[in-house]
């Protein structure tokens, strides 16, 4: 199975709403990450988890909280959003974060509006 | 500071012929660069990987050259058909952190 799910695949919310973005991986990868994506722009690294511990936070807004409750699922918490997070947000993972191995296995997307 | 260049444009090309794409970096070193491809509202999906000793990977009808001189690597796509039709991002890691970065992309539209 190499396949990443990501629910919902949709989501609208207020920017007074709370939500929560689920990514699920069974590969037994150890490198998880969120990406968020503007229509035409590259993917931008947000978070990674290494081993269930957070490894990297790209200086993103606290309004964003990230975990991972075990190796195979990472959640993304939304509070208090803006227009402007409106994009595609992207989970991946890999099998680990070294140079062992760099192919990331992306989920499909959940593309949020924020109104 | 470090950038990766892929050609904004749109590459249009007939079915059948050979698509070429480019991604251009500048003050990188890496020791891998990676292809994607992307469907419109959907995650990429890793096509080829090639290492900074390689010059050339093949996979089926891709090709993938790697010039750490020119710092420069080139996707083909032979024998292109209308379902290659995809946006195809470069990616290549940032030296001190082995998370790669990516490129804009570039679409690529096949008409039969």
């Known amino acids: 199975d190499t396949e990443v799910t990501q629910t919902p695949k949709h989501l609208v919310m207020g920017m007074t709403n709370k939500k929560s973005l689920k990514c699920e991986q069974h590969m037994g990868h150890r490198a998880m990450y969120w990406y968020k994506q503007k229509a035409k722009k590259p993917p931008e690294l947000m978070f990674v988890y290494s081993y269930e511990k957070l490894s990297i936070n790209e200086s993103v807004p606290s309004r964003f909280s990230p975990e991972c409750p075990n190796s195979s699922l990472l959640n993304l918490h939304l509070h208090a959003l803006q227009p402007e997070d409106s994009a595609l947000y992207l989970c991946a993972s890999s099998q680990t974060m070294d140079r062992s191995s760099y192919e990331q296995y992306f989920g499909p997307g959940t593309r949020l509006t924020v109104t | 500071s470090q950038k990766i260049e892929q050609n904004s444009e749109a590459l249009n090309i007939q079915e059948g012929k050979t698509a070429t794409l480019t991604c251009n970096y500048t003050n990188y070193s890496p020791a891998y660069l990676q292809w994607y491809r992307q469907d419109p509202g959907r995650g990429p999906v890793f096509l080829l990987l090639?290492?900074?000793?390689?010059k050339e990977k093949r996979k089926e009808r891709l090709k993938v050259t790697f010039d750490t001189t020119l710092k420069q690597s080139l996707f083909h796509i032979t024998a292109s058909q209308p379902a290659d039709s995809a946006t195809y991002l470069c990616a290549l890691d940032s030296g001190g952190s082995y998370i790669p970065t990516f490129g804009r992309g570039t679409s690529l539209i096949v008409h039969p």
């Open positions: 090639i290492r900074e000793n390689e």
